[in-house]
């Protein structure tokens, strides 16, 4: 059995995009899917990040902050940017939250992030998705081998840092599919000013030291996070309306508007598919 897609590819030849089996270094054999055409082939999918309910504010769907509440009592959340726990299916990951075994067992170089509209089946998700990109400066082995790894090395917690002087790396990226206009059009018309497409952001603060995972497809300049980053640690202060969620504050100023401090429906919509190669 093989590690990863990369190692099937490389190994076996396999050049179809699809669920293959897959084992960890401890022997557990689970399911996911591969991308064997993008840029090469190889890429794993190893999780997910899925908002369910824009409105519940950190309640049981929102596995990459809080299931506990917005709570000061629990900065970092539920931790399952570092655990070792999983959840989800491979072929549900468009319509709930996913974490497979791969994401803290592969050592991986290079990360790449599909935006997929909600409850797409998985045979659509690369002709449905609304954006793709990857990265290719092999960034991983610098922050711990894997996204388990670098959040080990940039803990992912309320008021363990600060905007903009604690922020991780912001990565190029290369689209696979879509532009950098396409994704400014996608965020908030206020957060513009404010952010670089073209990028993967890790591990960033808001101005109130809350700290989100990944802003995806852009770098953060300035510091209202809440409204174009994803994930992150179990408390965020910045108050009503409240910002506790996979999603935090892209609703702000109405579901899906595209208006002011409101991502647009699309992007509010779709689920962030994250690989490894």
């Known amino acids: 059995m093989a590690k990863s897609c990369k190692e099937i590819k490389e190994k076996y030849q396999f050049k179809q995009d699809g669920l293959y089996y897959l084992t960890t270094d401890d022997g557990e054999v689970y399911q996911t899917y591969c991308d064997m055409t993008t840029n090469g082939g190889g890429w ?14 950190c309640t049981n769907g ?16 539920d931790g399952n940017w570092v655990n070792l726990a999983t959840f989800g ?19 991986a170089e290079d990360i790449s ?14 002709l449905d998705a609304i954006l793709q990109y990857h990265t290719e400066t092999k960034f991983f082995p610098k922050y711990g081998g894997n996204l388990q790894g670098l959040f ?30 396409k994704t400014s059009f996608l965020y908030a018309p206020s957060s513009r000013s404010e952010i670089t497409p073209g990028f993967i952001h890790v591990r960033v603060f808001s101005y109130e ?5 990944i802003c995806s497809g852009i770098k953060v300049n300035l510091c209202n996070t809440e409204h174009y980053c994803i994930g992150g640690g179990g408390f965020f202060p910045q108050g009503d309306p409240a ?35």
């Open 113 to 126: 992030v599909w935006h997929v509209p909600n409850n797409t089946p998985l045979k659509k998700w690369k």
């Open 152 to 181: 080990k090395k940039l803990p992912l917690a309320w008021d363990t840092g600060s905007c903009p002087d604690n922020n991780g790396p912001a990565i190029p990226i290369v689209y696979d599919f879509g532009n950098t206009e």
């Open 209 to 213: 030291k809350a700290a989100y995972a």
């Open 62 to 77: 929102d596995r990459w902050t809080s299931t506990q509440g917005n709570n000061q009592n629990y900065p970092a959340g």
């Open 243 to 277: 910002t506790c969620g996979d999603f935090s504050g892209f609703a702000w100023d109405g579901y899906g508007t595209g208006t002011e401090w409101s991502v647009t429906k699309e992007m509010l919509e779709s689920a962030v598919l994250l690989f490894y190669h």
């Open 89 to 107: 299916t491979a072929t549900a990951a468009t319509s709930d939250d996913y974490k497979n075994p791969g994401y803290f067992d592969i050592e």
């Open 44 to 57: 794993t999918l190893v999780a997910s990040v899925h908002e369910n309910n824009i409105y519940g504010k």
